[in-house]
């Protein structure tokens, strides 16, 4: 059974950063496409970023050249590194794994920007 847990969430300040991690138990996790979502109340979740196994990134409008997407097949992990933040970003962000049809999601962690 395939497990996401992410990691890294927390309070910050507007300007300032933090760093997710997502720690998956799956068989050949490097040849998964591995993504960053975001929900707030109300709201659909939201791609932020997405990384393939070749490495090839994509970036939501709202985030690019501020967040940074990057993965570790030694260790399983996938990371978002988030700069810059504004109180937009304020969410609950969750880890994503697709491979052909299957999609497996993490339980989320809280992401509050505010002074």
């Known amino acids: 059974q395939v497990q996401l847990v992410e990691s890294g969430g927390g309070l910050v300040q507007p300007g300032g950063s933090l760093r997710l991690s997502c720690a998956a138990s799956v068989f050949s996790f490097s040849i998964y496409t591995m993504g960053w979502y975001r929900q707030v109340p109300g709201k659909q979740r939201e791609s932020v970023a997405t990384i393939t196994s070749g490495g090839t990134t994509r970036y939501a409008d709202s985030v690019r050249g501020r967040f940074t997407i990057s993965r570790d097949n030694a260790k399983n992990t996938v990371s978002l590194q988030m700069n810059s933040l504004t109180p937009e970003d304020t969410a609950v962000y969750y880890c994503?794994?697709?491979?052909?049809?299957?999609?497996?999601w993490g339980q989320g962690t809280q992401v509050t920007v505010s002074s």
């Open positions: 994503n794994g697709k491979l052909s049809t299957m999609t497996y």
